[in-house]
């Protein structure tokens, strides 16, 4: 009796044992499998197909590798066969060398945030293009991130150094094309960084050489320039890699535990130090291709560990010691094309086939018809010392002519300025003040009055954009066939637009802006001029301008007249309305449009400074090109309309652009997602309404009485509560209580991803039937 009790407890724990983890397995293999299909289905992960068993039981290839702690995963690595880098990446889609257009970075991130305990993650040559968005820090657990060999681009964001536990961060073969970033000290465990074969400029950031638990420091094959800060203070540091970029700095102290020093293909001068005779840990060391000059330190060649000595391709001058001493371990030895004289010292003369001894093009007293005559290396160093000469005297005659010439063009732009100084007096006094009363603390107001304070986000936006054009009003009437009405698009709060056509071909729209007085055309031009330099792919985009009347500076009786993009497909509200069935769009469509915009709000709060706030979000602002791409228009108008002549008789000009918060902004997109799902029955009805049918979510019966019929037929039933959660958050009464945008745009993504698996298992049961 008691074998039988037993006998029943062990089995009924086994089968309630049984599905619990077969339900935590199956959410993460949810996951690969979503994760197979954002990669387009790499031949690496071809074993996945129809594998029904578990995951974390695969075996590991040098493609693919998995592993698991319990049930969860915490170990992928992929490699893909997209191998072959292209000479120039314009961050757009190449066929057959990166991933589709219609890959999204962003959403492979967002998918990846659904595997929590992820501790190692490597996704190597597997067509990846993109910028890394900045929610990569909500991959919290990583230690190890490898995304090298993939078509990567811009920075690296700041929000990788919130990954606290990261102790491997590797971003080979991509085309980051910023600097190296600035907060890497802000690491407390990071032990290997390569950036190797990118595109990054400028210098190294002397926080590198704070980062004290850096053993592996790779940034060869890249532009980088200036100085070689002093990494003595890396106790750690046993890899340093920066062959093939452009530093022109003396070489610095390095530190004492390094093993292998890779520093060809540079413009590093002056002497070799002596310090580098002290590097008791040193096995390698790649010194060639510089301008490196002087007699090499004789420790250098007996160092105790030394292995590999390249000093190539230099200036290296005078003669070695006939007394010089070799390490046992130095196998190979590079001095060729250099200016060494004298004889070659025994060690390095010996025909021992333990050493390797290259040492032709120097002027040596050896037995080679591959050395120059003595006169060669002498007339060399004179010609280096003559040579540097001229260059410092170049270099103060330029700087002299320079000084003079800025000290002219200062006086004469001082008898200018004090010319028109009484003309201009009161735009003068005007525009300054107005920014200054909006400017963030230690940023000059000239600064942001010539618009230039943009950040890394808005200058990536703007590469290859073309220049505000200034239009005149008779090109305007010519583009527009005079403002004919078969050119009349339509009248609404913002003024009067037209369609036009410029002498290219290209369509553009012409909005018509009444202008009242007391308002400065100098202002309104920098203020244009900074809309025009906002550039993303879901803003319609301000090509130029024409004020009409620009005698006249008070403005009074003006018109303003904005030149944008054209968008040929009407707008959101339009796809949502019952009067045209055939452009009405499905869930997943409108999930693809907000994302859009949500991603262009977010740039317009965090992409400039100040940020750009109050941007008239409503679906009728919201359009949508041929191929049905979502551009925001009207964003940053309150700058330039009704609104900000109000605000300037209370002297708070420019507030209702830079406020410091976005709460209004996600209060009035939270209508537009409301629209989205309940259809074109919110047009006219008042907040108080709409706020009260929000109940009528909570229930199924609810759902089907107020949500538009073909979101309830398109949709799945998860995809759809997580938009109306975010959705009751973002027209929540309370401002305090409403979401940033960064987690309005997370939580459509995560909408779109659930909604994605959905349609591809609907799709599969389908086509099995």
């Not at 889609?93 to 501790?119: C, E, H, M, Q, Y």
């Not at 000595?309 to 003669?319: E, P, R, T, Y």
């Not at 954009?465 to 078969?486: G, K, P």
């Not at 459509?748 to 349609?759: E, H, P, S």
Request: hydrophobic share 40%; proline share 4%; aromatic share 8%.
């Amino acid at each position: 009796m008691g074998y039988l009790c037993c006998l029943f407890l062990v089995v009924v724990s086994w089968v309630l044992f049984i599905p619990s983890t077969y339900g935590l397995q199956t959410s993460q293999t949810q996951v690969l499998m979503q994760l197979r299909k954002q990669l387009e289905y790499p031949s690496s992960l071809q074993i996945w197909e129809n594998y029904w068993g578990d995951f974390c039981s695969l075996s590991s290839s040098a493609h693919m590798s998995i592993s698991c702690q319990g049930d969860f995963l915490t170990e992928l690595k992929i490699m893909g066969d997209k191998l072959v880098k292209v000479s120039k990446f314009n961050g757009f889609a190449i066929p057959n060398k990166t991933l589709s257009g219609s890959f999204s970075i962003d959403s492979l991130v967002t998918t990846l945030t659904r595997l929590p305990s992820l501790r190692v993650l490597s996704l190597v040559s597997l067509g990846i293009w993109g910028p890394i968005p900045d929610k990569i820090h909500r991959l919290s657990s990583l230690e190890l991130l490898d995304l090298s060999s993939n078509f990567l681009y811009g920075s690296v964001p700041f929000e990788v150094s919130r990954l606290v536990k990261l102790h491997t961060l590797a971003l080979d073969s991509n085309y980051f094309n910023d600097t190296i970033p600035g907060w890497l000290n802000l690491f407390s465990n990071l032990t290997i960084l390569s950036l190797k074969s990118n595109e990054l400029t400028g210098q190294i950031p002397f926080s590198v050489c704070k980062s004290q638990t850096l053993t592996d420091l790779a940034l060869s094959h890249n532009g980088l320039s200036g100085k070689l800060p002093d990494l003595s203070a890396l106790t750690s540091l046993h890899l340093l890699d920066l062959r093939e970029n452009h530093l022109d700095s003396e070489l610095p102290v390095m530190p004492q535990g390094l093993v292998t020093a890779l520093l060809s293909k540079n413009s590093f001068s002056g002497k070799i130090p002596e310090q580098f005779g002290e590097l008791g840990h040193l096995q390698h060391l790649d010194i060639s291709f510089n301008h490196l000059s002087g007699t090499p330190p004789s420790a250098l060649f007996s160092l105790p560990n030394i292995s590999y000595l390249n000093l190539a391709s230099n200036m290296l001058g005078g003669s070695l010691p006939n007394e010089l001493s070799c390490g046992g371990k130095l196998g190979f030895v590079d001095l060729s094309s250099n200016k060494l004289i004298g004889g070659l010292p025994s060690c390095l003369n010996s025909t021992s086939d333990k050493r390797v001894v290259k040492f032709d093009g120097n002027c040596l007293f050896v037995d080679s018809q591959h050395q120059h005559q003595g006169s060669y290396c002498k007339e060399a160093v004179m010609r280096g010392k003559q040579s540097r000469g001229r260059d410092i005297a170049v270099t103060v005659a330029l700087i002299t002519g320079a000084v003079l010439l800025m000290v002219i063009l200062a006086f004469g732009a001082l008898f200018l300025s004090r010319k028109y100084r009484s003309r201009r007096a009161h735009e003068q006094h005007i525009l300054p003040k107005i920014l200054q009363e909006n400017t963030p603390t230690g940023v000059s107001s000239e600064f942001l009055a010539n618009a230039r304070f943009i950040s890394q986000a808005a200058k990536l936006g703007t590469q290859g954009a073309q220049v505000c054009r200034l239009f005149s009003f008779e090109e305007l009437r010519e583009v527009t066939n005079d403002f004919d009405s078969s050119m009349f698009l339509g009248k609404g709060s913002m003024g009067k637009l037209y369609r036009g056509r410029l002498e290219n071909g290209t369509y553009v729209a012409v909005r018509s802006l009444s202008l009242v007085k007391k308002f400065s055309i100098q202002n309104l031009k920098v203020q244009l001029d900074l809309l025009s330099k906002l550039r993303h792919p879901h803003l319609v985009g301000l090509l130029g301008h024409c004020i009409d009347g620009t005698g006249k500076d008070d403005c009074s009786g003006t018109k303003a007249f904005l030149i944008y993009e054209y968008v040929p497909n009407g707008n959101y509200h339009t796809h949502l309305s019952e009067y045209c069935p055939e452009k009405v769009l499905q869930w997943s469509d409108r999930l693809r449009i907000l994302i859009g915009v949500a991603k262009a709000v977010h740039f317009l709060h965090t992409g400039v400074i100040p940020g750009c706030f109050n941007n008239r979000l409503k679906t009728n602002n919201i359009l949508i090109d041929e191929h049905q791409v979502a551009k925001l228009s009207d964003y940053g108008m309150s700058i330039i309309t009704g609104e900000i002549e109000k605000s300037e008789v209370k002297g708070e000009r420019l507030k209702s652009c830079h406020k410091t918060n976005s709460e209004d902004d996600v209060y009035n997109f939270g209508f537009i997602l409301l629209e989205s799902l309940v259809g074109p029955i919110v047009t006219g009805k008042g907040e108080t309404f709409l706020l009260n049918e929000m109940a009528s979510f909570g229930s199924q019966d609810g759902r089907k009485r107020i949500v538009d019929p073909i979101v309830l037929t398109t949709c799945s039933q998860e995809s759809l509560s997580i938009v109306i959660a975010i959705t009751s958050k973002c027209i929540s009464p309370e401002p305090s209580s409403r979401p940033s945008f960064e987690d309005v745009l997370w939580n459509l993504q995560y909408a779109a991803q659930v909604q994605a698996t959905a349609d591809a298992d609907q799709k599969s049961d389908s086509t099995s039937v």
